[in-house]
């Protein structure tokens, strides 16, 4: 049973190109949830979808992110215009269709991103 | 505001002694807690979680943590510490399901020989 999977692991940009991250969450998990760890600080939340809907954005910078999970395929979450601050791992977590209690999210192996 | 304190950046300790790291959190919601562990370069690993019952609860690797709602505390311990323990240890809290984590900065724990 895979865990979750994110990729690529490592990305370098150059100032003002795109990234593009991508996330497939565990088998049977719905929500895909997604933080940024900067240096040397904890993990903040970005973003919770759910299949073809955005649930909750309001962790996402208001401008160059974007994200997505469409109904076939990874979760995608898209940098546009990249600037050095936006060097950072970035990781994934999904969980299990809620029951209305709290469920447990599982986090994925990150995507380092390097901007030059 | 929601937030969730680790008071311990770094901690050194030596193998086979005693271990505690220490959490405190604000939350007005019914809280369930975790703490993942990251070593170097790689994802977040849980290691245990509360969400209700006990409040003493058994993790993985040896590790247990207990919820104390008067003290809004939520410290991880471990009786003896292995080398490959040696990592950053994040405690997190959140609410029902579908709800972002809040993690606290983290604690780094070194083990020496």
């Known amino acids: 049973n895979a865990g979750v999977m994110q990729n690529p692991r490592h990305l370098v940009r150059r100032r003002g190109q795109e990234a593009r991250l991508r996330c497939s969450p565990m088998?049977?998990?719905?929500?895909v949830y997604w933080y940024r760890q900067l240096p040397e600080e904890g993990l903040k939340f970005m973003v919770y979808l759910q299949k073809e809907n955005i649930i909750d954005e309001s962790g996402m910078p208001k401008e160059r992110f974007s994200a997505e999970f469409p109904k076939e395929g990874p979760s995608i979450l898209r940098i546009q215009q990249v600037v050095r601050g936006d060097s950072a791992a970035y990781f994934c977590?999904?969980?299990?269709?809620?029951?209305?209690?709290?469920?447990?999210?599982?986090f994925g192996p990150g995507t380092r991103l390097l901007v030059l | 505001a929601q937030s969730v304190t680790q008071p311990d950046i770094h901690i050194t300790v030596s193998e086979g002694a005693s271990l505690e790291l220490r959490c405190n959190y604000s939350?007005?919601?019914?809280?369930?807690l975790f703490w993942y562990v990251q070593s170097p370069g790689q994802g977040l690993q849980l290691l245990l979680k509360?969400?209700?019952?006990?409040?003493l609860v058994q993790g993985i690797k040896g590790f247990e943590a207990e919820f104390k709602r008067s003290q809004s505390s939520f410290n991880l311990r471990k009786p003896s510490v292995h080398w490959s323990d040696a990592a950053e240890y994040f405690c997190a809290v959140g609410a029902q399901a579908g709800t972002a984590l809040i993690f606290g900065k983290g604690t780094t724990l070194s083990v020496s020989s």
């Open positions: 977590a999904s969980s299990p269709p809620g029951t209305g209690g709290a469920e447990t999210q599982y």
């Open positions: 939350y007005g919601a019914t809280p369930y």
């Open positions: 509360y969400f209700s019952g006990d409040t």
């Open positions: 088998k049977g998990h719905s929500h």
